[in-house]
């Protein structure tokens, strides 16, 4: 990544420049947070410009022949169909269908331009094998082979506990106190047997290691709510994905965003940030300044202002074959929980097809990601590239995990996360929801006339 100098004010404000074109935010970079947060503040009455070094937006691939010439990889060989059949995501991750980023994108009304289409299953890795995680209460009953009877019966007395759960209700709750039990205590409480918990915090909670059991329990009460609550509005499974790939959602909010007045500028090198008083006062990009008063941008972008927590392997894995034990799922997701490769984090695994408008007819592509551990990552994602074999191609990438070194306020400066190694958007919408705080001094809510409301406000 190219590195984006600072300058203080003092030395470009007597320069004779171009004029000077104004606006309230600037934002860098076209992930999916970026712009999210650039859509929702233009919608607010800012005049904002958005801006991307990169030709195309999203950190999406149009044509198959690219993603070789990224990887650096010979081929793609003539049995595959070239040309625009492909729509390939470098960071795949799914939609919980009643989860909080599909609330923003409604929110936003983003949605008028994108088609999301149901991934159809959710699998989780157990024992060497793949198994179907239930969809639902009749599912976890009858037709899950994760359980035996009895556990059966205990799943779904947890089941039917978190989703009447209500700490408006006390009677809802059974004596539990959402933020004093631990989960472990709510889960023995169940008298859930190793493996239900194991499934039910990992692929269905979607919690990414085992901390979560010795944490207060309200949080595993209501990602299990949601889940479920997903799989009701989407059937088969809870997880939804875009009709051609994540690349049409910046496409869909650059719509929306000049809607609102919003500018888009693709392809375009941005030289340096100018700085006064430590505060941001405009982006210099090829040669013309542009003041803002805020600026958003992924980590990319401002290398000096990020600190390195972690790193990401992800393998990208060209199929003409559904995965095994997946009921010859067009697209799923499965989880490998930690503790059945004696890991600290889990693996995930992601699939997409043709079925989405992102292959080319009878291919799929498969992503696998986890949080590096040693120093042989690609030795780490090992098994779940085992559950995919045959494998076509193979495209590996190694990236560092990033965080912002200060939350903003002083600078001015807002930086994104890199995303995790997860296969969903919960933690990326925990991230927007954070800055969109930060930047604005309101918490994000959903409904009613306003886009915003105070954090004193009694509304939800």
Partial sequence: MGYTQERPWDSVRHKQVVKMEEYDIIVLGTGLKECVLSSLMSQSGKKV????????????????????????????????????????????????????????????????????????????????????????????????????????????????????????????????????????????????????????????????????????????????????????????????????GLGELPQGFARLSAEYGGTLRLNRTVDELVMDDGKIKAVKSEGKLFHCKQLICDPSYVPNRVRKVGRVIRVICLLNHPVKNTHEAHSCQIIIPQTQLNRKSDIYISVVSYAHNVAADGMYIATVSTTAETSNPEKEVEPGLELLRPIMQEFVSVSNMLVPNEGGQKSQIFVSRSYDATNHFEAECEDIKDMYQRITGASLRFGGSQRHQSHNSDDE
């Fill in 49 to 244: 410009l958005h801006i991307d070094k990169n030709a195309d937006s999203g950190g999406s691939i149009s044509h198959l022949e690219e993603l070789f010439k990224k990887f650096k990889v010979p081929g793609p060989a003539k049995s595959m169909e070239h040309g625009k059949a492909w729509n390939i995501d470098l960071i795949p991750k799914f939609f919980l269908a009643n989860g909080e980023l599909v609330k923003i994108l409604v929110h936003t009304e983003v949605t008028r331009y994108l088609d999301f289409k149901v991934v159809e299953g959710s699998y989780v890795y157990k024992a060497g094998k793949v198994h179907k995680v239930p969809s639902s209460e009749e599912d976890a009953m009858h037709a899950s082979d994760l359980m035996g009877m009895f556990d059966r019966r205990r799943f779904k007395k947890l089941l039917l506990f978190a989703l009447s759960f209500d700490v408006r209700n006390p009677r809802t709750c059974q004596d539990v106190d959402p933020n004093k039990m631990t989960t472990r205590d709510l889960f023995c409480r169940f008298d859930l047997g190793l493996d239900v918990m194991e499934f039910t915090g990992h692929a269905i909670a979607l919690h990414g290691s085992d901390g979560y059991l010795d944490q207060p329990c309200g949080e595993t009460i209501r990602r299990i709510k949601m889940y479920f609550e997903s799989v009701s509005r989407a059937n088969s499974s809870p997880y939804l994905y875009p009709v051609y």
